[in-house]
């Protein structure tokens, strides 16, 4: 038997779209190299650190993952080859290609949906804010009828409150004609006279 510990750097597709082990990252290796009838039969295990998103909130991810691997690369020649050439792989050479069998080991151990915490709420679908950042974060939920209602009531209040009401006093603002010019000049300058 023989063992092969090695560091190598992380090849493409090690992963899923929303968690993965980062291109050229650190890929630890930890495998047995077994000498049996049909081939040589590797087992050991893979460490690598993951990068990602939670799928809810977006917020990134990071996770360091170990995943057991077995397999046996088989003789060409051998009878399990044979009986299931699609299942088994084959020693090519001196050689084998253990990086399929550790892509494979570690998509099988990623979860489908990475999360940030089992019970992230997600985001906000108003606003888009993150709701595990902001507890009790809500919107008035407006009907569109009620909103249609709430503007006409904004329009009568702005017509109490307007600024025409709040100049009543005052001859110089009585004598000017509506529309030619503003209150505050109006009153600084004493009457139409002297307007430039
Ligand atoms: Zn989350
Ligand atoms: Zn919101």
């Known amino acids: 038997m023989r063992r092969v510990t090695r560091t190598v750097a992380a090849p493409e597709g090690l992963g899923i779209d929303v968690l993965s082990v980062p291109v050229g990252s650190e890929l630890e290796l930890d495998l047995r190299l077994e000498a049996v009838m049909e081939g040589v039969l590797v087992s050991g295990s893979a460490h690598a650190a993951l990068a990602g998103e939670c799928v809810r909130c977006l917020e ?49 151990a990623l979860p489908l949906q990475p999360v ?24 008035d939920v407006v009907d569109a009828r009620w909103a249609a209602l709430g503007g006409l009531l904004d329009a009568d209040g702005s017509e109490q409150d307007g600024p025409e009401q709040d100049v009543p006093s005052g001859p110089s603002g009585r004598d ?6 503003t209150p505050d000049q109006d009153g600084s300058h004493g009457g139409p006279a002297e307007r430039r």
């Open 60 to 108: 990134p991810l990071e996770q360091d993952i170990e995943v057991d691997v077995q397999e046996l690369f088989a003789y060409p020649e051998s009878s399990s080859a044979e009986a299931d050439e699609d299942e088994v792989r084959l020693l090519e050479g001196d050689l084998l290609d253990v990086e399929p069998v550790v892509r494979d080991a570690i998509v099988l």
């Open 176 to 181: 000017v004609p509506a529309g030619s010019g």
């Open 116 to 139: 940030c915490s089992e019970d992230c709420p997600g985001l906000c679908s108003e606003c888009g804010a993150r709701l595990a950042d902001e507890p009790g974060h809500g919107h």
